[in-house]
C-alpha cells in the first residue's frame, strides 16, 4: 500500500507538470503565430528565444549559475534532489501520518525546500558581493586617481573581496582583459554572466565607459557613494534586528526570574486558598 501511495503522488506530481507546461507553452506559442511574413524574422526570433526559455536543464543551469551553484548542484542534480526530496517527505508523511493530503502537502514542502534554500542564500550572498564591491570599486578609484593603469589596478583586487565568487570573477577578468589586449567590453562579460545583481551590471557599465572615454573615476564614484549608503542602511537593519533580538531575550528571561521568585508564592497562596475553602 506505501509504494502505491508514493507512486501515485510522483504520477500526481509529473501530471501537474506536464500539465502546467503544456499550458503556458501553448499560451506563450500562440503569441508567436506568423500572420504578416514581413514580421517574419522578428517572429522567428523572437519564437527561438521562447524555446531556449523552456529548455528547463539550461534556464535552470544559467540561474544555479549565477547563484554561484550553491549546495554544488547543477540543472541535473537540483531537479534530482528536489524529486527525491519530494519522495522522502510523502513517505514521512505516510509513516507518521498515514493521511495523503498531509504526505502530498509534505511532498511539496520538500520539493520547494531547495528553491527556499536558494532564496536564503541569495540574500546574504549579495550582501557580501556587494561589501566586497564597495571595497574594490573605492580601491579603483584611488588607484586612477593616484595615475595607475587600469590594468594594474584591476589585477590585485581580487584581495579585496571575501566572497569566493566574486574572487574567482576579478581574477578571471583581469587575466582576460591583458589576453584581450585590454578590450574591457570582452572581459566584462566574465563576470556579467556569472552574477545576477543590479550593482554589478553598474559596476560593468562603469567600466565599460573606460573603453569609450578613458575617464571612470566620476562614475566609479557614484557607484560607490551608492554602495556605501547601501552598507549603511544594512547596518542599521543589522542593528536594529539585534536589539529587537537582545530586548526579546531580555524580556523572557525577566519573565523566567519573575516565574522562579513567584511560584512558590502562587503555589503556597493556592493551597492557602484550598484550606480556606474546605
Avoid at 503522488?9 to 500572420?35: A, D, F, G, N, P
Wanted: charged share 20%; with cysteine; net charge positive.
Amino acid at each position: 500500500m506505501l509504494y502505491l501511495n508514493i507512486v501515485f503522488m510522483l504520477l500526481l506530481l509529473l501530471i501537474c507538470y506536464l500539465s502546467v507546461t503544456r499550458w503556458y507553452t501553448k499560451k506563450e506559442l500562440s503569441k508567436y503565430q506568423i500572420k504578416d511574413y514581413a514580421k517574419y524574422k522578428t517572429k522567428d526570433v523572437k519564437l527561438k528565444n521562447f524555446i531556449s526559455k523552456i529548455n528547463y536543464l539550461k534556464t535552470k543551469e544559467l540561474f544555479l549559475k549565477k547563484q554561484g551553484y550553491p549546495l554544488r548542484l547543477d540543472s541535473l542534480r537540483y531537479y534530482l534532489f528536489k524529486i527525491i526530496l519530494a519522495t522522502l517527505f510523502f513517505y514521512a508523511g505516510i509513516k507518521n501520518y498515514d493521511s495523503i493530503i498531509i504526505s502530498i502537502i509534505l511532498s511539496l514542502i520538500g520539493f520547494f525546500f531547495i528553491d527556499a534554500y536558494i532564496a536564503m542564500n541569495k540574500k546574504s550572498r549579495d550582501a557580501q558581493i556587494c561589501e566586497d564591491l564597495y571595497n574594490v570599486t573605492n580601491s579603483i578609484c584611488l588607484q586612477l586617481s593616484a595615475h595607475v593603469s587600469m590594468k594594474d589596478s584591476l589585477k590585485y583586487q581580487f584581495q579585496n573581496c571575501k566572497n569566493n565568487d566574486l574572487k574567482k570573477a576579478l581574477i578571471e577578468f583581469s587575466t582576460c582583459y591583458e589576453l584581450s589586449e585590454l578590450n574591457i567590453d570582452s572581459a566584462i562579460k566574465t563576470i556579467e554572466d556569472k552574477f545576477d545583481l543590479l550593482e554589478i551590471s553598474l559596476f560593468c557599465n562603469a567600466l565599460s565607459e573606460y573603453s569609450k572615454t578613458g575617464n571612470v573615476i566620476e562614475v566609479l564614484e557614484n557607484l560607490s557613494n551608492s554602495l556605501g549608503e547601501k552598507q549603511i542602511n544594512k547596518m542599521k537593519d543589522d542593528t536594529k534586528t539585534k536589539i529587537i533580538y537582545i530586548t526579546f531575550g531580555v524580556i523572557v528571561a525577566l519573565l523566567n526570574i519573575i516565574l522562579l521568585i513567584f511560584y512558590p508564592l502562587f503555589i503556597s497562596l493556592g493551597q492557602n486558598f484550598n484550606n480556606i475553602f474546605k
